[in-house]
């Protein structure tokens, strides 16, 4: 079974620009969830979408937005890039929202670097 | 609100010694935590997790960890470091019934020959 696969590996913006990134989750997985990791710190929670519908946030501003599909991979958007928006966004998959002892599975996450 | 804490940035062990990469947590109510771990440009990987029962949990490659509800403890530890356990360690606690982790600062983990 393929694993959670994120695109692209590696992008490199500038800022001000916007960024879209994908998730695809492992399949069977209805849950998608983003984190951001900052070079040197550990995962922090972006947002959760579980059935097309965003079921929690993190303390993120708007400029981050993201959305999930019917086939239930996710696109994460991040508009107006600041040079702070550098790191690696990680999606996790995960089955379903009620188990409490659902572990997480990620992705290999994708490097954005803001020039 | 939910939280972990790694106080170590950096272990280091010798090959075949035993390890222990510590975390302490703060939660409201039943704590379930886990462990991942991370190798250079990669993603985490689940190593183990505790839910409930057992205060001693056994997970992937031969590691385990010790939960304490007095000390608000759950620290990883295998009998005997491999050079190939060398990674970043992430304790996590996962907020009531939804996926949001939260992590800890991580541990790297130096095993030398």
């Known amino acids: 079974d393929a694993g959670v696969t994120q695109s692209p590996t590696h992008l490199i913006k500038t800022r001000g620009q916007h960024v879209t990134l994908r998730c695809s989750p492992i399949?069977?997985?209805?849950?998608v969830s983003w984190y951001q990791q900052v070079l040197g710190q550990g995962p922090q929670f972006i947002f959760q979408?579980?059935?097309?519908?965003?079921?929690g946030r993190g303390n993120f501003p708007d400029r981050f937005s993201a959305r999930q599909f019917p086939n239930y991979s996710s696109e994460l958007n991040v508009n107006a890039l600041l040079l702070g928006d550098s790191a690696l966004y990680l999606c996790a998959s995960s089955s379903p929202l009620s188990r409490t002892d659902n572990e997480q599975f990620f992705g290999p996450g994708t490097r954005l670097t803001v020039l | 609100a939910q939280s972990v804490a790694q106080p170590e940035d950096q272990v280091n062990v010798a090959e075949g010694n035993p390890l222990t990469v510590k975390c302490t947590y703060s939660v409201s109510g039943n704590p379930y935590l886990f462990w991942y771990v991370q190798y250079p440009n990669r993603g985490l990987q689940f190593l183990l997790k505790?839910?409930?029962?057992?205060?001693l949990v056994k997970g992937s490659y031969g590691f385990e960890a010790e939960f304490n509800k007095s000390q608000t403890s759950f620290h990883l530890k295998k009998p005997s470091a491999l050079v190939s356990d060398s990674a970043l360690y992430f304790c996590?606690?996962?907020?009531?019934?939804?996926?949001?982790?939260?992590f800890g600062s991580g541990t790297k983990l130096n095993v030398k020959p």
């Open positions: 979408y579980y059935e097309k519908e965003e079921r």
């Open positions: 399949s069977g997985h209805k849950s």
């Open positions: 505790y839910i409930t029962g057992d205060n």
């Open positions: 996590a606690v996962r907020e009531g019934n939804f996926n949001k982790f939260y």
